[in-house]
T-cell receptor, first 115, second 113 residues
Framework: DTAVSQTPKYLVTQMGNDKSIKCEQN?????MYWYKQDSKKFLKIMFS???????INETVPNRFSPKSPDKAHLNLHINSLELGDSAVYFC??????????????FGQGTRLTVV | GENVEQHPSTLSVQEGDSAVIKCTYS??????FPWYKQELGKRPQLIID?????GEKKDQRIAVTLNKTAKHFSLHITETQPEDSAVYFC????????????FGKGTSLLVTP
């Protein structure tokens, strides 16, 4: 069973389009995250979200928005895609709320290419 | 915000040697420090972590040390094997950010037979 799964694995789209990446976790975790890994392999937090609070990294453009239909899902919507948005996007989850076991589990990543 | 510095950016060792990767962090509120291994084209996976109330932790060939006063922590891999070759990321996080991980820029480790 895949603990954190995201779809699609690859996404190629044109500049200006709007796209979504879906993420689901079956670990019963209370907190989910989106990370961006750029071409230099730098990993950067974009959002963290639990059912109470959304914490946004201040460097993330407001074209990016997380949407959580329920505790097990955190989707990423991106409007007006730009060339610089090309990257690998990782979803992750952890049981951060208890503070006891905060190991983050990552999805397999979505490689987004904007042309 | 939190700033995590990681060195070196690349590291090449011979099989059987030890490898050490060092990180520093800036936010004294950070209290959780995991290390992730990422193989080419794969997701990051946790290899070891340490909390701020512990100075050292070991798991077989891997150990992590933490100096809270100096705000630095290190990963030590002994008896390296070719399958240890990967990119290693350190990270720092705290409860106030939902334990979101602030990563270092990664160390590309190559273990040659």
């Amino acid at each position: 069973d895949t603990a954190v799964s995201q779809t699609p694995k690859y996404l190629v789209t044109q500049m200006g389009n709007d796209k979504s990446i879906k993420c689901e976790q079956n670990l019963g975790h209370d907190t989910m995250y989106w990370y961006k890994q750029d071409s230099k392999k730098f990993l950067k937090i974009m959002f963290s979200y639990n059912n109470k609070e959304l914490i946004i990294n201040e460097t993330v453009p407001n074209r990016f928005s997380p949407k959580s239909p329920d505790k097990a899902h955190l989707n990423l919507h991106i409007n007006s895609l730009e060339l610089g948005d090309s990257a690998v996007y990782f979803c992750a989850s952890s049981q951060a709320g208890t503070g006891q076991n905060t190991e983050a589990f990552f999805g397999q990543g979505t490689r987004l290419t904007v042309v | 915000g939190e700033n995590v510095e990681q060195h070196p950016s690349t590291l090449s060792v011979q099989e059987g040697d030890s490898a050490v990767i060092k990180c520093t962090y800036s936010d004294s509120a950070s209290n959780y420090f995991p290390w992730y291994k990422q193989e080419l084209g794969k997701r990051p996976q946790l290899i070891i972590d340490i909390r701020s109330n512990v100075g050292e932790k070991k798991d077989q060939r891997i150990a992590v040390t933490l100096n809270k006063t100096a705000k630095h922590f290190s990963l030590h891999i002994t008896e390296t094997q070719p399958e240890d070759s990967a990119v290693y990321f350190c990270a720092a996080s705290k409860v106030y950010s939902g334990y979101a991980l602030n990563f270092g820029k990664g160390t590309s480790l190559l273990v040659t037979p």
